[in-house]
């Protein structure tokens, strides 16, 4: 049978659709090909990072200070690459950078710019404050600038030599508040009864759905630590500024007087009281910055610098940093393994503490025959109460295979937080660590009002009482109340055990640390619940002589998951080729992304959510502190 003229029409049509559909698959082809190629030759294509003479190091900090980088590699070097600002910075990386510095002729300042700092707990703040006092005692200056100083951003201002602020900025203090929203008439009006079982008559996790207001109890011991904390930042300030204590609290004191005065001028306000040392424009810095370092014209500020990420760089790439190495890979080594974050049941990524994962880091540091003894860097409110268990025992076991183990606490050690720290030989808090909070609660929320405001209605049957009890649309009977309620005294009065056993307390004492209540670093040592106040390289220091280990004869590691291959090969592809990768990846990605306001708000409303489940706890039991988050 011939072909017609229509046959032949639509086998042209078919046959050219799919030349045009095949030469666009080569096309395609051919690009991604293209791009693999050029992130690849950049990636072997050697970096030169040179550090020039009559440098100022510019320590910039992105977003909070952290002990631990959330998420992975991969996923910061993609927000990279998208032009997003970093959410967090590595404190230990400033306080690297610094101390290189202090020793380098090549650096001849250091410029502060706290302008994307937020926070990061008061704690990190006193960290990166004490390494400013240190790198000052070089000779080197520290110049801080800022169009305006948050109270956190002013607190390692105040440590450098000269404190520059814009002449439309402002200093703002304002002491330290804890104030918390209620739902309990929101939650009423929505007919939906949230069951909260809570350990500890100072446990004030429930107070949020249960109250209208702070309980007087909760106000007592919140009064404590808020003014053992503002005592500690108020010396901190003073102290570097040369000004009396109560100067700061007059500052914020006499805030609107002082503004009527100046007509609302915020920036003489600061100049007025010794707060900053002058009011420069930006390009008036640069003006200063040349007088103490070269000038460099390309820049935008019109002053020689380097940030730090490019200086530790430089630094881990130069030889003699490469021979160190080299010399301290077969010494002993002191592990530090950083607990970051809620504690969850299971695997999780760095930021937060997964029994499983968080145990296997642990567990690889005993089985390490180079490991001679082991830091643990706590900075956590807590969580599950399962998993806090789960990790407890790990760490016992690190304890008791003959290692010294040695508890350093960050910003936060509470609840869940401090159930781990209770494995510690020793326990180091920071002055202004929010410690204690031992205390358990549970949390079920029913919608049955709800439900039957709009028609609805539960029945059925079951094999026994208990069955279906924990569904949310049904009232929860009293019985399964009382079960939850027995479920949780009985964590409780296990982790009240191991607090008296541990730290040695008797009745009285551990009567005066329970039920829930916070403490400072301070009252924390006063009360048994810490051997000492230090940092993190205290404990190091105190590990290493536990374990009989001399000053320099041994090698701190930070234990981390590490990447599979595939992930190294993403990472070098993506990350390793340097400034010219990544602007290749954002060309290739867009730099849109996520607002800095939407992220905070999901990442509160997925808080929300982990609370109302327990942390995934399968008791249903969470030992976790709300009100131990503060800058």
């Not at 105040?158 to 330290?176: K, R, T």
């Not at 234990?559 to 993403?570: C, D, K, N, W, Y």
Request: proline share 3%; aromatic share 6%; with cysteine.
């Amino acid at each position: 049978m011939s072909n017609t003229p229509r046959s032949n029409f639509f086998v042209s049509l078919l046959r050219g659709a799919w030349r045009a559909l095949d030469g666009l698959r080569r096309v395609i082809h051919l690009v991604i090909l293209l791009v693999l190629a050029l992130i690849v030759l950049a990636v072997l294509t050697p970096t030169s990072l040179v550090v020039e003479e009559d440098s100022a190091l510019v320590l910039a900090p992105s977003g909070r200070l952290v002990d631990q980088l959330s998420g992975s590699p991969i996923d910061r070097t993609l927000a990279r690459a998208q032009g997003l600002p970093p959410q967090e910075t590595l404190l230990r990386d400033l306080i690297e950078a610094l101390e290189s510095a202090r020793e380098d002729k090549r650096i001849d300042a250091v410029v502060l710019d706290l302008s994307r700092l937020t926070g990061g707990g008061l704690s990190k703040l006193e960290e990166f404050a004490a390494a400013l006092r240190v790198f000052r005692e070089s000779g080197k200056p520290v110049i801080a600038y800022g169009e305006g100083f948050s109270q956190a951003q002013y607190l390692l201002a105040a440590q450098a030599d000269e404190v520059h602020l814009h002449p439309a900025g402002g200093v703002v203090l304002q002491g330290f508040g804890y104030y918390l929203s209620f739902y309990r008439r929101a939650l009423d009006s929505l007919l939906i009864d949230l069951n909260v079982v809570t350990v500890g008559d100072f446990k004030s996790m429930g107070e949020p759905y249960t109250r209208d207001d702070m309980s007087e109890g909760e106000r007592e011991v919140a009064r404590a630590w808020l003014a053992s904390l503002w005592e500690v930042y108020r010396e901190t300030v003073s102290s570097a500024r040369g000004l009396e204590a109560a100067e700061l609290d007059r500052y914020i004191s006499e805030l609107l007087p002082s503004l009527e005065a100046l007509d609302g001028d915020l920036a003489q306000m600061a100049l007025d009281a010794g707060i900053v040392d002058s009011l420069l424009h930006r390009d008036e810095l640069g003006e200063r910055m040349r007088e103490l370092v070269a000038a460099d014209h390309e820049s935008i500020d019109g002053f020689r610098g380097i940030d730090h990420d490019t200086y530790l760089a430089a630094q881990r790439a130069s030889n003699a940093y490469k021979r160190e190495a080299k010399r301290m890979r077969g010494a002993d080594q002191v592990a530090v393994i950083t607990a970051a974050g809620m504690i969850l049941p299971g695997d999780q990524a760095p930021g937060s503490i997964g029994s499983d994962s968080t145990a296997r880091l642990v567990r690889q540091a005993r089985e390490d025959d180079r490991v001679r003894a082991m830091v643990l860097r706590i900075d956590s409110g807590g969580g599950s109460a399962f998993a806090s268990e789960v990790l407890l025992r790990e760490l016992a076991q690190f304890r008791d295979s003959g290692k010294p183990l040695v508890v350093s606490m960050g910003s936060i050690a509470a609840s869940g937080g401090y159930m781990i720290a209770l494995a510690g030989e020793q326990i180091w808090a920071s002055p202004t660590t929010l410690t204690g909070s031992i205390g358990v609660f549970s949390m079920f929320p029913t919608v049955q009002r709800g439900l039957d405001r709009l028609g609805i209605s539960n029945d059925g049957v079951g094999t026994s009482w208990l069955a279906g009890q924990f569904r949310p649309d049904r009232e929860l009977d009293e019985r399964a109340r009382r079960a939850i309620e027995l479920t949780a005294g009985n964590f409780y009065d296990r982790f009240v055990g191991a607090v008296a056993e541990r730290r040695g307390l008797n009745g009285q004492q551990i009567d005066a640390v329970t039920e829930g209540r916070v403490f400072s670093g301070v009252q924390a040592l006063d009360n048994g619940l810490v051997d000492a106040l230090g940092d993190l390289d205290d404990a190091v220091a105190s590990v290493a002589a536990l374990a009989g280990l001399e000053p320099g004869s041994f090698r701190v590691r930070h234990v981390e998951p590490e990447l599979t291959f595939m992930q190294r090969v993403a990472l070098g592809m993506l990350g390793g080729a340097g400034e010219p990768g990544v602007a290749l990846l954002r060309a290739m990605m867009g730099a849109s992304g996520p607002t800095n306001l939407l992220q905070g708000l999901l990442l509160r409303l997925e808080r929300e959510v982990l609370i109302i489940q327990a942390f995934g706890d399968p008791r249903g039991v969470a030992a976790y502190c709300l009100v131990c988050e503060i800058d």
